[in-house]
């Protein structure tokens, strides 16, 4: 089972290359190994975001934090 804190430790990683764009990530909760978050800033309305969100985010994480099935954008 994941925690938070692994997945805190992950969101930290992009945390840095999102901000460096103008945005950010929220964790919003866990549930069934499945992280859920939202995305903010430029990152929020960005039409790339969707890519972002699965080519880089969930990839760091699942590579982070084995065990996690999927990042969801809320």
Avoid: F, H
């Amino acid at each position: 089972m994941i925690t938070k804190e692994q997945i805190v430790g992950a969101l930290e990683k992009v945390r840095v290359g999102l901000k460096a764009e103008g945005g950010d990530i929220e964790l919003v909760e866990i549930k069934d190994d499945i992280v859920y978050v939202k995305l903010t800033g430029a990152c929020g309305s960005c039409p790339m975001s969707t890519l972002t969100l699965k080519n880089w985010v969930e990839t760091t994480i699942k590579k982070e934090v084995p065990g996690t099935k999927a990042v969801q954008a809320i």
